[in-house]
C-alpha cells in the first residue's frame, strides 16, 4: 500500500510539473471563466453615435468610441494630441497619412437651430442641386471619369472574361482561413487557372486568335492582351452599374492579389493598366478643344423622359451634330469611327446621370408636395419619430425629420451625379494598394482595407452638401475601411442601389392613380385603404419616417447610416400591408438583375 500511494504521488507531481512547463503554473479554470464573462460584459457602444461597436478609447476624454467618431472629435485643437488606447484590434494603416472617417462637420450641433428656418433649408437645398447643371467638361477631373465605350471587339473579349470569372473559384479558395499559411501560393494557383480558362474560353470562341495567344505571342504580348481584357471589364462596370454584380468583385480581388510584389514577381507581370476614358482619348490625338465645342450639346443631349414627338425632333438635332463633330475633328490618330464612339460616350454618361439622378428627385418633390417643413397639417402627415416606436432608434421632432430627410436627398443625388468619380476613386483605392485584414464583419469573411481616396471625394461631396444647406441633422460621419463598409466595393455597391430603391417607390406611389380608375383594381384600393390618396399618404409616411429613423444592423444618423435603414425598411416591404398595391404597380424586388 505504501508503494503504491508513493507511485502516485509521483506521478501526480511529474504531471502538475509538465503541465506548469506547458501551460503555464497556477492556471484557474473558474478565474479564466470569470475573465472572459467580465471581458464580454465590458463591450461597450461609441458614446458619441451610440449605434456603433467601441473600437478605441480616449485617455484623456476616458471614453470609449468607434474609430470614426474618435477621428472625427479628435482633428483639431487640443484633442488632436490625445492618446487612444485600441479596444479591438490595431488600426489599419491608412496612405499618406490621412485619417479614415474624418467628414469635416462644422463645429455646431446636430439638431437645427431656430435661426435656419425649414424654409431656408429647402431653398438652399434647391441651390443645391442647381448649382450642380454647370458644364461637367469644364473641370479636368470630369475628363477622367468618363469611360469609353467598347467598341465590337472588346465586347467579344468581355463574353470571354466573364465567362472565366463565372467559371473560377477565386475567392471561395484564397479568402478563407484554411488558406491562411499558404495563401501565396494558392493565389499564384488560381491566377493560373484564371490565366489558362481564358485562353481556353478565346480559343473556343475564336480558334485562330486563341491559337496565336496560346502559341505565337510573347509573355509580353499575353500580358498586354490580360492587361486590356481587365480593363475592358472594369472599364464596363463603371458604365453598367447593374451588371456583373457577382462577377465583378472576383475579378477585382484577384487583380489586387496579383498587385502585390511577390506575386507580381512571379507572374512576370501587372495585370493592371489605366481604365481608358474620353479625356486620355482626345488628349493623346491632341482634340480636347472638342469638349467645349458648341455642337456636343445636341450631340450628347440625353433625349428620354419627353414626348415621341420632341424625342424625334432632338435624335435628329443629335444625328447631325455628331456627323459635324466627326468631320471636324478626325484626323489620323482619332478616325470618325472613334471621334463616334467618344461622342456616344459623352451621351452614355448623360444618360446615366439623368436616369439615376430622376428617381431622386422625384422624391424631393414628393416631399416637398405633401408635407409642410413647419409642422404637420393634419394627423396623416406628422414626421415625427420616437425612439423604440416602430422600431426607430432615433427621436426627431416633424420639423427635424423633414430636414433629416430632405438633406439626406440632398446628399444621395450629389453622390448619384458624382457616380463616375466615385467609382474610379473606388478602382484607385482597390487596386493602388495590396494591404487589407480578412475579417468576419458580421456578414461573413470580408477584406477590410483602407480607402483614402473614396473618403476624400465624399467628404468633399459632404461639405458641399453641408454648406448648401446651412445646418445639419444628424452625425457627418462616414464610415470606410471598418466593419460597416469594409472597402471601396461595399461602398460604392451600396450607392449604386439607390435609384433602384427609389425609383420603385416613386413608380408605385405615381401608379395609384392609374389602380383608382382601373375597374380591376378599384375595389381593392376603396375597401382596404379608401382612397388612392390615403393609400398614398401611408406609404410616404411609412418611408420618410421608418426609412430614416436609424434602424438596421449598423443604422444611425451618420452618412451610412441612413442608407442602412433605407435599406432595412424595403427588407420588410412584404409585410406591410399596401404591399399588393406595389405589385400591382409593376414593383418585383428592390434587388435588380444579377447578370
Not at 505571342?217 to 447593374?242: C, H, S, V, W
Not at 444625328?319 to 463616334?340: D, G, I, Q, R, T
Not at 464612339?341 to 416631399?367: F, N
Not at 406611389?509 to 375595389?523: F, H, K, R
Amino acid at each position: 500500500v505504501v508503494v503504491v500511494v508513493v507511485v502516485i504521488v509521483v506521478f501526480v507531481g511529474s504531471y502538475a510539473v509538465t503541465t506548469d512547463r506547458l501551460f503555464g503554473k497556477g492556471i484557474n479554470m473558474a478565474a479564466a471563466s470569470n475573465e472572459n464573462e467580465k471581458a464580454a460584459s465590458s463591450i461597450a457602444m461609441c458614446v458619441e453615435c451610440e449605434d456603433q461597436m467601441a473600437a478605441v478609447r480616449c485617455e484623456v476624454c476616458q471614453e470609449t468610441l468607434c474609430r470614426p467618431c474618435f477621428h472625427m472629435l479628435h482633428r483639431k485643437g487640443k484633442r488632436i494630441n490625445h492618446k487612444m488606447t485600441p479596444l479591438l484590434g490595431e488600426e489599419l494603416p491608412l496612405p499618406g497619412g490621412q485619417v479614415m472617417g474624418e467628414a469635416g462637420e462644422p463645429d455646431k450641433k446636430n439638431e437645427a437651430t431656430d435661426k435656419d428656418t425649414p424654409e431656408a433649408a429647402m431653398e438652399a437645398t434647391g441651390k443645391a442641386i442647381a448649382a450642380k447643371k454647370n458644364n461637367f467638361f469644364a473641370e479636368d477631373v470630369a475628363l477622367k471619369s468618363v469611360p469609353v465605350r467598347l467598341s465590337d471587339s472588346e465586347r467579344s473579349k468581355l463574353g470571354v472574361l466573364i465567362g472565366g470569372l463565372k467559371v473560377s473559384e477565386y475567392t471561395d479558395n484564397v479568402d478563407v482561413l484554411s488558406s491562411y499559411w499558404r495563401k501565396h501560393e494558392v493565389i499564384l494557383e488560381e491566377i493560373e487557372d484564371m490565366q489558362n480558362l481564358l485562353a481556353g474560353l478565346l480559343t473556343s470562341y475564336d480558334f485562330r486568335e486563341g491559337s496565336q495567344y496560346l502559341n505565337k505571342l510573347t509573355t509580353e504580348q499575353q500580358a498586354e492582351y490580360l492587361q486590356d481584357i481587365f480593363e475592358i471589364g472594369r472599364r464596363y462596370k463603371i458604365m453598367n452599374p447593374e451588371k456583373m454584380r457577382s462577377t465583378y468583385g472576383k475579378m477585382m480581388f484577384l487583380l489586387m492579389d496579383a498587385g502585390k510584389s511577390d506575386v507580381k514577381r512571379k507572374i512576370g507581370f501587372s495585370l493592371r493598366k489605366p481604365i481608358t476614358t474620353v479625356g486620355g482619348m482626345l488628349e493623346q490625338a491632341d482634340c480636347l478643344q472638342l469638349l467645349h465645342d458648341p455642337l456636343l450639346t445636341d450631340a450628347t443631349r440625353d433625349i428620354s423622359g419627353v414626348s415621341e414627338e420632341v424625342a424625334a425632333t432632338l435624335a435628329r438635332k443629335k444625328k447631325v451634330a455628331m456627323e459635324n463633330l466627326a468631320e471636324k475633328y478626325s484626323n489620323a490618330e482619332l478616325p470618325k469611327v472613334e471621334v463616334n464612339r467618344i461622342l456616344l460616350s459623352l451621351a452614355d454618361y448623360y444618360s446615366y446621370r439623368s436616369i439615376a439622378c430622376r428617381p431622386v428627385r422625384r422624391m424631393i418633390e414628393l416631399l416637398k408636395e405633401n408635407y409642410d417643413p413647419a409642422g404637420p397639417r393634419s394627423g396623416n402627415d406628422n414626421l415625427e419619430i420616437s425612439y423604440g416606436r416602430g422600431g426607430s432608434k432615433l427621436s426627431n421632432s416633424h420639423k427635424t425629420q423633414f430636414q433629416f430627410v430632405l438633406q439626406s436627398f440632398t446628399l444621395w443625388h450629389l453622390i448619384c451625379e458624382r457616380m463616375f468619380d466615385l467609382w474610379h476613386a473606388a478602382d484607385e483605392d482597390m487596386l493602388s494598394s495590396t494591404d487589407y485584414r480578412l475579417s468576419n464583419t458580421g456578414q461573413g469573411l470580408n477584406r477590410v482595407q483602407s480607402c483614402p481616396t473614396v473618403a476624400h471625394l465624399m467628404n468633399s461631396i459632404l461639405r458641399e452638401v453641408q454648406r448648401a444647406v446651412n445646418s445639419w441633422v444628424g452625425l457627418s460621419v462616414v464610415h470606410l475601411g471598418d466593419r460597416d463598409v469594409p472597402n471601396a466595393l461595399v461602398f460604392i455597391d451600396k450607392y449604386t442601389q439607390v435609384p433602384r430603391i427609389l425609383s420603385a417607390i416613386a413608380d408605385c406611389v405615381d401608379g395609384l392613380p392609374a389602380l383608382e380608375e382601373n375597374p380591376n383594381t378599384v375595389e381593392y384600393i376603396s375597401e382596404t385603404f379608401g382612397d388612392a390618396k390615403t393609400l398614398k399618404m401611408r406609404i410616404l409616411n411609412d418611408y420618410f419616417k421608418h426609412g430614416f429613423d436609424g434602424s438596421g444592423s449598423d443604422g444611425g444618423s451618420c452618412i451610412d447610416g441612413r442608407l442602412t435603414s433605407t435599406w432595412n425598411w424595403c427588407s420588410k416591404i412584404e409585410k406591410k400591408t399596401y404591399y399588393r398595391a406595389f405589385q400591382l404597380t409593376g414593383f418585383t424586388s428592390f434587388d435588380g438583375d444579377f447578370k
